[in-house]
């Protein structure tokens, strides 16, 4: 179940991570390779050193893995590397009204990667219509889809989180009753499709 709560932001600043895809790679005798991409979206997979962390912020992180039950609950998460779009196009819109999903594309070259957006940052979204801010769309920041209504080009720029999981349902402590924190553990969170 989705919990409509954000990662404590300090200690994700913490982070280290990013987009992961699966792909299988076979070579053969002769060096020849045949690769399969098994995953067409990437997941998203951040981790960090808890000995990294200072006695305040595992308290905060601990608070946080009680309420989300380890795997059980996922939650918000603030990719401070990756988590900003800037007048990014929806389309054209000719008929309205008209919902469209958020996107953040990436581009090298003439090629291009189109990211679905899903967690929208709450108040922190604004849309354009023919480059002019507009108040008459509807947002939805849990599944990214905007709704407007008006005609015109959209477009959006703003906040989004990364939709996460902890990738462990424990969380080993050191018996050290002056200092319980976290010994020689990498604290693991992945992302969740949606």
Same mark, same amino acid.
């Given at each position: 179940?989705?919990?409509?709560?954000?990662?404590?932001?300090?200690?994700?600043?913490?982070?280290?991570?990013?987009?992961?895809?699966?792909?299988?790679?076979?070579?053969?005798?002769?060096?020849?390779?045949?690769?399969?991409?098994?995953?067409?979206?990437?997941?998203?997979?951040?981790?960090?050193?808890?000995?990294?962390?200072?006695?305040?912020?595992?308290?905060?992180?601990?608070?946080?893995?009680?309420?989300?039950?380890?795997?059980?609950?996922?939650?918000?998460?603030?990719?401070?590397?990756?988590?900003?779009?800037?007048?990014?196009?929806?389309?054209?819109?000719?008929?309205?009204?008209?919902?469209?999903? &958020?996107?953040?594309?990436?581009?090298?070259?003439?090629?291009?990667?189109?990211?679905?957006?899903?967690?929208?940052?709450?108040?922190?979204?604004?849309?354009?219509?023919?480059?002019?801010?507009?108040?008459? &769309?509807?947002?939805?920041?849990?599944?990214?889809?905007?709704?407007?209504?008006?005609?015109?080009?959209?477009?959006?720029?703003?906040?989004?989180?990364?939709?996460?999981?902890?990738?462990?349902?424990?969380?080993?402590?050191?018996?050290?009753?002056?200092?319980?924190?976290?010994?020689?553990?990498?604290?693991?969170?992945?992302?969740?499709?949606?």
């Amino acid at each position: 179940m989705f919990l409509d709560i954000l990662f404590p932001k300090l200690i994700s600043k913490k982070f280290e991570g990013g987009p992961v895809f699966k792909t299988f790679v076979y070579s053969s005798e002769s060096a020849y390779e045949q690769r399969i991409q098994v995953w067409e979206e990437p997941i998203y997979q951040y981790t960090v050193d808890a000995m990294a962390l200072s006695r305040a912020e595992f308290e905060e992180l601990l608070g946080f893995f009680y309420v989300v039950k380890g795997r059980q609950h996922s939650f918000r998460f603030k990719d401070w590397s990756d988590h900003y779009v800037q007048g990014q196009s929806l389309g054209v819109v000719d008929q309205t009204p008209a919902t469209l999903q &958020a996107v953040k594309v990436y581009r090298t070259g003439s090629t291009s990667y189109v990211r679905k957006i899903t967690k929208l940052a709450q108040g922190e979204v604004h849309v354009f219509i023919n480059g002019v801010e507009t108040q008459n &769309a509807e947002i939805n920041y849990q599944t990214g889809m905007i709704t407007v209504h008006e005609t015109g080009i959209v477009s959006w720029t703003g906040e989004f989180h990364v939709h996460c999981r902890f990738d462990s349902d424990s969380m080993i402590m050191s018996a050290d009753v002056q200092n319980p924190l976290l010994r020689n553990q990498m604290i693991t969170i992945r992302s969740v499709r949606s």
